[in-house]
């Protein structure tokens, strides 16, 4: 027997969730493509919805994330808005008070990075997109040293240089704002 | 469409449904907007924006700004959305 060591390298999967499971599975309890049972549902509720994860619970923001091992990472994945739905992407997540996301926003037709820091919410950029609600939109995050960087479909940038909380933090996730039935898919997590 | 810096105070609440935002993207139109202080909880602080040409002059017009509020004025390619 030999011991292999194994480290994140550039591009390799540090989480893959194509959500493929039985509909009405908890998060919690479903097993990802790469990185198993990993996913904690820190705030409300996220259940597989024809393959797919979708938030289930009347929070005012629902939100579950992994250990994913390393804090600057690519993250991709899919966006599917509900009608009044803001689904998103976590990052950097310590506990509900201390986290960066983005959201699309169907009601507001903008895409925006927040921050919440020390449970206090202020958002840092916005582009305004038309959001149409059933219409998948494709996430692309990069998070690097203290800037995050994201796209929408290709387009509508969002740059952020000064992305200090939480600047180590490994753990990212996904999130919904209410039980607006917004879908998110395809959730890649790359060094 | 024009790209530029606007002092601006922010409103909300610092809550999850009413996020600390500036208040000039409150009350105008804007293409896209993001924060240059940085500050943990801005009071007072300077944006960068992009907006129509109209919108612009609208808020250099606005008693609440004026127009030594907007610095950096620049005309800027319209990225399609």
Known sequence: ?191 | MKRAKVKTSWVGAGTARDAFRPAVADTYTLRKWQDVTGDPRPTVSEIEVECEDAVLTAIKLDPAYGAPAVKGEAVVQVEKL
Do not use: K
Request: aromatic residues 6%.
């Open chain 1, 1 to 191: 027997m030999s011991l292999v060591s194994v480290s994140a390298q550039s591009g390799v999967p540090l989480l893959l969730d194509r959500f493929t499971d039985t509909d009405g599975t908890s998060l919690d309890l479903h097993r990802a493509d790469v990185g198993g049972v990993c996913w904690t549902e820190n705030q409300g509720d996220f259940e597989i919805a024809s393959n797919r994860a979708r938030a289930v619970a009347a929070a005012s923001q629902q939100i579950a994330t992994a250990e994913c091992r390393r804090a600057d990472v690519t993250l991709t994945c899919d966006l599917i808005p509900a009608a009044s739905g803001s689904p998103g992407v976590v990052l950097r997540y310590t506990n509900t008070l201390n986290f960066w996301y983005l959201r699309a926003s169907e009601a507001g037709n903008t895409f925006a990075l927040v921050e919440v820091n020390a449970g206090v919410f202020t958002t840092r950029a916005t582009t305004a997109v038309a959001i149409v609600a059933g219409v998948t939109y494709a996430l692309r995050v990069v998070t690097s040293g203290t800037t995050i960087t994201a796209t929408l479909d290709g387009g509508s940038q969002i740059t952020w240089p000064s992305a200090a909380l939480n600047s180590t933090v490994t753990r990212h996730g996904i999130t919904d704002a209410d039980a607006a039935a917004s879908s998110i898919d395809n959730f890649l997590v790359t060094a």
